[in-house]
């Protein structure tokens, strides 16, 4: 099957691009990703964890590897980091980058950023971050079950910058398949903000599965809520979804 384009003339700055499976999903993801790189060599690239993007580093690692992706003047920025964590915690999502895509392609150590876990003050290393965090070119995000975007967990407002937060006891349950048990899940994480991620100047977000359906159409489909922190790319003027068909299962209003 081939990836299918949905449009919703409600919502012209989002286009969603639904494919077969997670491998199709990787592709699309990549294709994006890589084309926008090479229009230009300092590109700014958010990033994010978590299972959902990992097919799509891979693609990014083989396109570098075949030559077609160079990441020498390249910077990143990721999304959020648990907190405390060290960073030689193979728990953390700086040891995760770099197994994933720092280690296996051309990117300067120097030019990668991610919130400091390891911090003794994490709201000044909040602060810290938030002023380091150059104009994002594209940022990659992926979605919560509940609807979180980084760490933005649902709430009853908006949280502009990059903050210290309280992962909800659902979040803590999701992510502590990656640990032993979930007692060892950090139960704070240093997370961008809602503003600092649509600041961003594009966004794609990666979405794969049943599980995330639900909070697929809450974010796209529903109004604009703190409750649902994704819901608030309903106002970002370039968003691109890439789901696979199980994910977008329940979004009926895109054509
Ligand atoms: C984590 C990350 C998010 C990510 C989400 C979904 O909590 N902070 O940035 O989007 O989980 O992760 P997964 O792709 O593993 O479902």
């Not at 919703?8 to 790189?37: H, Q, T």
């Not at 971050?129 to 979605?143: F, H, K, N, R, T």
């Not at 599980?211 to 003027?237: C, D, M, W, Y």
């Amino acid at each position: 099957m081939k990836n299918e384009l949905l449009t919703n003339p409600l919502l012209p700055g989002i286009r969603f691009w639904v494919c077969e499976d997670y491998y199709a999903m990787s592709r699309k993801a990549a294709a994006i990703v890589g084309g926008a790189m090479q229009q230009k060599n300092d590109f700014v690239l958010g990033l994010a964890t978590g299972s959902t993007p990992v097919g799509l580093y891979q693609e990014l690692v083989g396109m570098y590897e075949a030559g077609v992706l160079d990441f020498d003047k390249v910077r990143t920025f990721n999304l959020d980091e648990y907190y405390p964590i060290s960073r030689e915690d193979c728990q953390s999502y700086y040891y995760f980058m770099f197994d994933k895509l720092f280690s296996r392609v051309n990117i300067k150590k120097e030019n990668v950023h991610l919130p400091d876990g390891s911090a003794p003050d994490p709201e000044a290393a909040c602060k810290q971050y938030e002023a380091s965090i150059e104009p994002v070119d594209l940022q990659v995000l992926g979605i919560g079950s509940n609807g979180h975007i980084g760490f933005n967990e649902p709430s009853d407002s908006f949280i502009y910058p990059t903050h210290v937060v309280n992962l909800t006891a659902n979040t803590v349950k999701d992510n502590s398949r990656f640990f032993e048990s979930a007692d060892q899940v950090p139960r704070k994480a240093l997370s961008m903000g809602i503003g600092t991620i649509m600041r961003a100047k594009s966004i794609l977000m990666v979405v794969s599965g049943r599980n995330k359906s639900t909070a697929l159409r809450e974010a796209f489909e529903g109004g604009i809520v703190p409750q649902v922190p994704a819901s608030i790319l309903q106002l970002h003027p370039n968003v691109t979804v890439v789901t696979d068909r199980e994910a977008a299962s329940q979004i009926v209003s895109w054509t």
